[in-house]
């Protein structure tokens, strides 16, 4: 057998003896990660090694992969696709918000440069290193946007070479998803990096990075439902990785399924600490609580946030461990508890919060957003001033860093809070004019895979504001457009059942209060009063 032998290695150990050299680098004797086939023309004895290590790249497990790949060239120091791996995942989480940080340009560069000089034995592994060597040359004139369509472009042109070679159409569709364009509302491009991974899985439903990839793909509301069935095996196929147990729940929070999101985040949580993955769990949590709010289950969104700050203490951005970078970390720890408050309509909770600076600006505008959405239902107009502000600030400080999906995301905070502003002076038609273009720019964007939802859609704000002036037909029709976008959303409904009934339309008014019951079929009792409200109205029926 040789080196250039495709070694298919069937990641299930619970019965077999895990290889010596696996064994060796830290993999677990019952460690389940799917299975990966990755030619090479690395020596026989490295070649199961780096089919682990590239399983767990599949799965954004950097830290470990990045061990795994130096196993690999322990065992054969000449294996420069060694090196490509250690340079993607040092680019981390591809889909992660935000510019890559200079420290993590400088170790992938190096680990490109210590590839080329290793040289590549054949053309396609030239192939791999050269595509991801797009990522990091010349970061410093080129922007990060038009090297990952650099990257993608080069996978496309390998993947082209290389009709049989699956590991090629999977990198390549996975390029082709993270250079979208998030304003781009036909999907042309999330469409065909999914047909891509749809062909692969039909055939290859053991594979990580289908499942993981097939996901992120369909992380839209109007693709979803596209992603159920590598939702609903993703976590099967590799539950050694936090980050498999918790991608589920991308795709059931698109879909509205909450507890689904709930059960996979604890799992995805639990397996994290036991890691020591402490981004991966706050990101896990961060989309638990978001899951749980939804279903009035307020106890236990609050056994989080009670575990957040001890969470946030031990917290270092510096370690690399799962798919979490800190930006996601960071946009946790902000948003957790911002989200406790403003579900649950706990307007001095949401005032009361303190703004944390952190390196990545939009995740102290969620504080800020908080506090002034707070100050508008308390009547208290210097506080949202004061937030607008800081929004401003921050809106310009992204834009100057190159940062301009966030400087737009904080932006229509900005007109959020600048149209409730205008509520609380009496300027009631401004209030909606300016409500409705924030709901409008917020619709022309998607939102991050860092957050499971916004943190308080503009378009259901839209509705509240609507209903506040007594225009209940006109808020009923933006509650059923938030609804389209964020299905089982508990504002949602419960705005939409109390516009219907101001409307005096008692049916869909009935409707809206059944459908809130049933998603809230594990609420506390009693509860919220907008759910009291709906058993109330249910019960009556």
């Known amino acids: 057998m040789t080196g250039r032998t495709a070694f298919v290695v069937a990641l299930l150990l619970a019965t077999l003896p895990a290889p010596s050299q696996e064994s060796h680098h830290g993999s677990a004797r019952n460690e389940k990660l799917g299975t990966v086939a990755f030619a ?13 290590a590239v399983a767990l790249l599949h799965s954004f497990e950097f830290g470990r992969s990045i061990e795994a790949f130096k196993g690999v060239l322990a065992a054969d120091p000449s294996c420069a696709m060694a090196e490509w791996g250690i340079a993607l995942n040092q680019w981390s989480n591809p889909f992660a918000p935000g510019l890559k940080s200079s420290a993590q340009i400088q170790a992938g560069l190096e680990a490109i440069r210590r590839a080329h000089t290793l040289g590549a034995a054949t053309d396609r592994e030239r192939g791999f290193i050269d595509a991801a060597a797009k990522l990091y040359e ?22 082209a070479r290389s009709a049989d070679d699956d590991e090629a159409a999977i990198f390549h569709a996975l390029a082709i998803a993270i250079a979208a364009n998030p304003s781009d509302k036909s999907y042309g ?12 899985f039909a055939k290859r439903h053991d594979h990580p990075g289908l499942a993981h990839y097939i996901i992120h793909a369909y992380d839209v509301p109007p693709l979803a439902d596209r992603a159920l069935e590598a939702a609903r095996q993703y976590a099967a196929i590799a539950p050694a990785a936090p980050h498999a147990l918790h991608m589920p729940s991308h795709t059931f929070t698109r879909a509205g399924f909450w507890q689904e999101s709930i059960d996979t985040n604890i799992k995805s949580a639990a397996s994290a600490r036991r890691d020591g993955a402490l981004g991966e769990e706050l990101h896990a949590s961060d989309y638990q609580v978001y899951a749980y709010l939804q279903t009035g289950q307020d106890r236990a969104a609050r056994r989080v946030v009670d575990a957040l700050p001890e969470m946030a203490r031990r917290y270092d951005p510096t370690v690399i461990t799962g798919a979490a970078p800190p930006a996601a970390a960071y946009f946790a720890i902000a948003a957790i508890p911002a989200r406790y408050a403003l579900e649950r309509g706990a307007w001095r909770e949401a005032v009361a919060l303190e703004p944390r600076a952190t390196n990545f600006p939009f995740t102290e505008a969620i504080t800020h957003f908080a506090r002034a959405i707070g100050a508008a239902r308390l009547g208290q107009p210097d506080v949202i001033r004061a937030s607008m502000e800081a929004l401003l600030r921050i ?5 100057t860093a190159g940062e301009p999906y966030w400087a737009e995301q904080v932006d229509v905070q900005r007109r959020v809070a600048a149209a409730w502003l205008a509520f609380a002076e009496g300027r009631k038609a401004d209030a909606v004019t300016e409500m409705r273009t924030a709901a409008d720019r917020e619709d022309a964007t998607e939102k991050s895979a860092v957050t499971p939802g916004p943190l308080a859609p503009a378009r259901e704000m839209l509705g509240e504001l609507l209903l506040e002036t007594g225009a209940a037909a006109d808020a009923l029709r933006e509650f059923d457009a938030t609804l389209r976008k964020e299905p089982n959303r508990f504002r949602a409904v419960a705005g939409a059942a109390r516009a219907a009934a101001a409307a005096g339309d008692r049916r869909t008014a009935a409707t809206y209060y059944a459908r809130l019951v049933t998603i809230c079929a594990r609420a506390d009792r009693p509860g919220r009063a907008e759910l009291i409200e709906a058993r109330r109205h249910t019960t009556r029926r």
Not at 42 to 51: D, K, L, V, Y
Not at 189 to 200: D, V
């Open 40 to 52: 090479t023309s690395c020596s026989a004895a490295a070649q199961p090694t780096f089919n682990r």
């Open 138 to 159: 010349d970061a410093e004139h080129v922007p990060q946007q038009t090297r990952v369509i650099a990257y993608r472009d080069a996978m496309a042109a390998l993947a």
């Open 189 to 200: 491009e999330l469409l065909k990096a999914g047909a891509i991974l749809e062909r692969l």
């Open 395 to 399: 809106r310009d400080r992204l834009t």
